[in-house]
T-cell receptor, first 113, second 115 residues
Framework: GEDVEQSLFLSVREGDSSVINCTYT??????LYWYKQEPGAGLQLLTY?????DMKQDQRLTVLLNKKDKHLSLRIADTQTGDSAIYFC?????????????FGTGTLLAVQP | DTGVSQDPRHKITKRGQNVTFRCDPI?????LYWYRQTLGQGPEFLTY????????KSRLLSDRFSAERPKGSFSTLEIQRTEQGDSAMYLC?????????????FGQGTRLTVV
């Protein structure tokens, strides 16, 4: 079955790098996504990676994908207090277009000033 | 068009009442999704539409739940005979069907409290 797992909590100091990890079980996962959710709000799409890539960089965000180990990570460089939020990893098992997303339970990132 | 819009943002209802939520997707997006999120969990897929066709329903969507997208634009999610276990955030998302899956964009959600 499909399952996505994340660690529950990460605390970093402002200016440091944050690395949030995710593992998934579905070997047919085609796209993997990172979403950010602030308190009481909906989900904001941060970035995504196609399964035939191993890295994607977008400004302060770097996504690394190890397809063999089914491991995905999100690195946030120069973490700011505004980055404090819950980060969700999600996978989609259908190619060509987004179908349903399977989400992890989320990682709460706390940035200390 | 600034994004996916959901209405209402909050709803408090008594157990046994019916509720209906509305979602207006990003205008050019032909796919629309409903998810449910409970405290401390990630969103769980409920159903999705491509244009007006409902293509998939989760087994989480009991017969008390019904969703429509009559003209392929806005969608409604109705819950009949609400139960306390229905209390959750209901999230709507939309995406566009192209050759590359660029991701689904979410609304702010409707928080339902059943008392």
């Amino acid at each position: 079955g499909e399952d996505v797992e994340q660690s529950l909590f990460l605390s970093v100091r402002e200016g440091d790098s944050s690395v949030i990890n995710c593992t998934y079980t579905d070997s047919s996962s085609t796209y993997l996504y990172w979403y950010k959710q602030e308190p009481g709000a909906g989900l904001q799409l941060l970035t995504y990676i196609f399964s035939n890539m191993d890295m994607k960089q977008d400004q302060r965000l770097t996504v690394l994908l190890n397809k063999k180990d089914k491991h995905l990570s999100l690195r946030i460089a120069d973490t700011q207090t505004g980055d404090s939020a819950i980060y969700f990893c999600a996978e989609s098992s259908y190619g060509g277009a987004t179908n349903k997303l399977i989400f992890g339970t989320g990682t709460l990132l706390a940035v200390q000033p | 068009d600034t994004g996916v819009s959901q209405d209402p943002r909050h709803k408090i209802t008594k157990r046994g009442q019916n509720v209906t939520f509305r979602c207006d997707p990003i205008s050019e997006h032909n796919r629309l999704y409903w998810y449910r999120q409970t405290l401390g969990q990630g969103p769980e897929f409920l159903t999705y539409f491509q244009n007006e066709a409902q293509l998939e329903k989760s087994r989480l969507l009991s017969d008390r739940f019904s969703a429509e997208r009559p003209k392929g634009s806005f969608s409604t999610l109705e819950i009949q005979r609400t139960e306390q276990g229905d209390s959750a955030m209901y999230l709507c998302a939309s995406s566009i069907l192209t050759g590359e899956a660029s991701g689904a964009f979410f609304g702010q959600g409707t928080r339902l409290t059943v008392v």
